[in-house]
């Protein structure tokens, strides 16, 4: 029997998502690829504990437009 087979499908999802499973030009590679990239733009550094980075992210930029 497959791991597959043995998973519900929210495990299943977690699994494809963290042994990169997916083929290249699919919508779940693409997804996959939006989701890191907004992790890396819209994480503000303060939250990683960066030492050498500073400001408020894009987060904060964007909320002090609204302000």
Do not use: K, N
């Not at 963290?18 to 083929?23: A, D, I, K, Q, V």
């Amino acid at each position: 029997m497959t791991v597959q087979r043995l998973l519900t499908l929210p495990a299943r999802a977690v699994w494809h998502a963290l042994f990169w499973t997916f083929e290249r030009a699919t919508w779940q590679y693409d997804l996959m690829v939006i989701a890191i990239l907004a992790f890396v733009w819209l994480t503000p550094p303060d939250w990683l504990g960066d030492p050498t980075a500073s400001g408020p992210g894009l987060i904060g930029i964007v909320l002090e437009w609204f302000r």
